[in-house]
Structure formats: structure tokens, C-alpha cells
Nanobody, 115 residues
């Protein structure tokens, strides 16, 4: 059973940056696609950014130009670099992987943007 573990969340001031990491227990190359989702209180979980095995990426309009998703197959880790953070980015961020039609989720990491 593949496990995904997020890290890197925390409290940051508006305009600041954070980098989230998602470490997989096995090879992330086995995932057809991976991504970051987030869920704020009272809201549905939404896709923030995705990356395919081939390296193609896509972003939610709200984070384009500020967030960058990447993956390091050698380290079995996916990243989300978040810059110019604002309070609307406050949420629990989840790592997701799609493998053979199955969905795998991390436990989530809290990101709070506040002064």
C-alpha cells in the first residue's frame, strides 16, 4: 500500500512563501499523475496544481504565477512551491496520487496565511 506524507505547512505572513513536500513510500514514477488539493473550512476540496508522469503541469487560476508544482523521481517526492501567499490560500493542503485507477491521499498539512 502506497503512502503519501506531506510536510512543510505552517504559519506565514501575507506575501510570504512556503514549500510543501509530499514523500511517497514507493516510486512516484508509478503514479500516472499527482497533484495538490486544498480544502478551506466550509469549502469543497479543490485542485491547486497537478503534474503528470511526463511532467506536464496544470494550475488553478487562483494560483497561476504564484505556485509551482514539481516532482523529483529520484527522491520519490513531489513539491509545491508557494509564493506571494495571501489569506485566501489558508487551507489544509493534501497530496494526491493516481495509480492504476486508484486514488491515494496524504493526511494533509495546514497552511495558514495571516499577519
Amino acid at each position: 500500500q502506497v503512502q503519501l506524507v506531506e510536510s512543510g505547512g505552517g504559519l506565514v505572513q501575507p506575501g510570504g512563501s512556503l514549500r510543501l513536500s509530499c514523500a511517497a513510500s514507493g516510486s512516484i514514477f508509478s503514479f500516472n499523475a499527482m497533484g495538490w488539493f486544498r480544502q478551506a473550512p466550509g469549502n469543497q476540496r479543490e485542485l491547486v496544481a497537478g503534474i503528470t508522469r511526463g511532467g506536464s503541469t496544470n494550475y488553478a487560476d487562483s494560483v497561476k504565477g504564484r505556485f509551482t508544482i514539481s516532482r523529483d523521481n529520484a527522491k520519490n517526492t513531489m513539491y509545491l512551491q508557494m509564493n506571494s501567499l495571501n489569506p485566501e490560500d489558508t487551507a489544509v493542503y493534501y497530496c494526491h496520487g493516481l495509480q492504476g485507477g486508484r486514488n491515494f491521499w496524504g493526511q494533509g498539512t495546514q497552511v495558514t496565511v495571516s499577519s
